[in-house]
């Protein structure tokens, strides 16, 4: 990377930097929090992505209000534990995920965590473009056409020129997620027995988990924490020129997001209830069909908007998981690796943020493509293979060289234990499901 290269990418840093010096000498607390929140509302609406959706939408559909509705809200505070970490490793070390474990680990294990990375990234961003293709088709929007604008959503990063106003054009798009509460309204609920599964839930789901439920189980842990996800907000809050002094706004901005994640996620379970009540085998449903199946119960509007928020979440995601590979590149490669630099001074930074969404497309049009398969299983293996990324974050989260007095407090390791310690009891799970035929707990 030149020098003026990154003069350049300083300077545009400090520019933001300077207006958030002024917000909080002047006490202006709210423009303080509009100028510092994004990556932590990005990173978690957009693993609000299709198949996190389409998931949620099979377990309100197969299993109703009952179980899965307080278990995705526990989930998402399992993702704030691991995102808050994110928060403090980007503030304190101003680089990427991929480049400290190359630091802390050496070779080896930073090609086995950016195999990692890659692997699930582009198995996600194929199910990403289902997403788009199959909220597109509901309006007439030929494949071919859906993948094109999908991926020229992702292009807009090459002539924003700036991260900060990337950052606001995606949050706005992110913001679109909320469109599944309105979905949610249409449908009618009994709110009383929304509100009466948290107050009253079980931490089994009734008729134990067989082999279909814990598919979806895993399925809605890995909606709600994956690798990308690591990766991305450590880029971004670099990139974004965040301080020690900004950790606190870090995790507000995390909390909002993950709150705002779980009221979608929440919606979208309580939308497709209604196939559950009315005993329809909604085991069986693709990607397209959940709005058709819908109709009769929220209207037209409601099928068109549910659609709609499919089509949303797999374009918010195809952009920051995109980007999430492209910030790992750069930073294993010591290449330029930031949104703050024009694609002519970062050329291999930009292509492989939109190769990775061309290839990712392109699949998706091949016919015959078992898509359907591949929307809830990516989850799976997201779960399967988010416990070694969670053994980096901790060990980088207490390493007093990397973090100084901002390593993880023992609160704060306990929780971060927990967390990992779950989503490995969740994969052993499954893993003895698929070894031992007809295997239930």
């Known amino acids: 990377m030149s020098l003026k290269t990154i003069e350049e990418e300083n300077s545009a840093r400090a520019r933001d930097r300077i207006n958030v010096l002024h917000a909080r000498n002047r006490h202006q607390w709210w423009r303080l929090i509009w100028l510092l929140v994004g990556p932590g509302i990005l990173v978690m609406l957009g693993e609000n992505d299709a198949p996190s959706m389409l998931s949620y939408s099979a377990s309100g559909s197969q299993f109703g209000i009952g ?64 997403g788009i293709v199959a909220g597109a088709g509901y309006f007439g929007i030929p494949d071919t056409v859906a993948v094109l604008g999908g ?3 992702v292009s807009l990063a090459l002539v924003v020129g700036r ?38 839930w079980h931490p089994l789901p009734a008729g134990g988990f067989g082999s279909n439920t814990l598919i979806l189980l895993l399925a809605d842990i890995g909606a709600t924490i994956t690798p990308w996800m690591l990766f991305f907000q450590q880029g971004a809050v670099s990139d974004k020129g965040l301080t020690t002094k900004d950790v606190t706004h870090g995790r507000v901005d995390t909390a909002v997001g993950a709150l705002l994640a779980t009221m979608a996620a929440a919606a979208c379970i309580v939308a497709t209830a209604p196939l559950y009540l009315h005993h329809m ?45 492209a910030y790992a590149f750069g930073e294993v490669t010591r290449r330029a690796h930031s949104l703050n630099v024009p694609a002519k001074k970062a050329p291999a930074f930009y292509l492989v943020l939109i190769l990775i969404a061309m290839v990712a497309g392109g699949i998706v049009l091949i016919p015959g493509f078992p898509l359907e398969a591949v929307v809830i299983m990516v989850n799976v293996i997201a779960v399967l293979t988010m416990p070694p990324a969670i053994g980096f974050l901790l060990i980088l989260a207490n390493d007093s060289e990397i973090m100084g007095r901002y390593k993880s407090t023992r609160l704060l390791n306990t929780l971060g234990i927990g967390v990992g310690l ?14 031992v035929p007809g295997f239930t707990l």
């Open 281 to 325: 085998n909604a085991s069986q449903f693709g990607t397209a069909q959940f709005a058709q199946a819908l109709t009769p119960y929220i209207g037209h509007l409601g099928s068109a908007l549910f659609a709609l928020g499919i089509l949303e979440a797999g374009l918010v995601a195809a952009t920051t998981i995109s980007t999430s590979s």
């Open 163 to 200: 991260y900060w106003l990337w950052e606001r054009v995606t949050l706005l798009m992110a913001l679109g997620n909320l469109i599944f509460i309105p979905v949610a309204i249409l449908s009618h609920p009994a709110w009383g027995q929304v509100a009466s599964s948290f107050a009253t």
């Open 151 to 153: 991926v020229g959503i």
């Open 67 to 130: 179980f899965f509705l307080p278990f995705v809200a526990l989930t998402f505070v399992m993702a704030f534990i691991a995102q808050e970490i994110t928060v403090r490793l980007g503030a304190v070390s101003k680089t990427g995920h991929a480049d400290l474990i190359y630091r802390r680990f050496g070779r080896f294990w930073g090609n086995f965590a950016m195999g990692d990375l890659i692997f699930t990234n582009l198995l996600t961003l194929v199910t990403e473009f289902v």
């Open 422 to 435: 779950f989503v490995s009891i969740a994969g052993i799970i499954y893993a003895l499901s698929v070894i």
